[in-house]
């Protein structure tokens, strides 16, 4: 009987790894994985606009510079 338990609890563990492991996802893992996608791009956009920010406050600042030396 223990040999049996002990045989059944592998099996079971042994099904519960391969099922983790499947390729397809479900909706909710589908969604997640669009969510972070969304999340990156934003992160992306994000990073642009404030490098392009920094380079406007730069070329601004540079203008100043100039004026008050001329």
């Not at 492991?21 to 969510?35: N, T």
């Amino acid at each position: 009987m223990k040999r049996f338990a002990t045989v059944a609890a592998a099996t079971l563990f042994i099904l519960a790894a391969v099922g983790c492991g499947r390729e397809d996802k479900g909706p909710a893992e589908q969604a997640g994985q669009k969510i972070d996608e969304t999340v990156e791009q934003a992160k992306e956009g994000m990073q642009e606009a404030a490098d392009e920010a920094a380079e406007k406050v730069e070329e601004a600042g540079d203008k100043l510079r100039q004026s008050t030396n001329d």
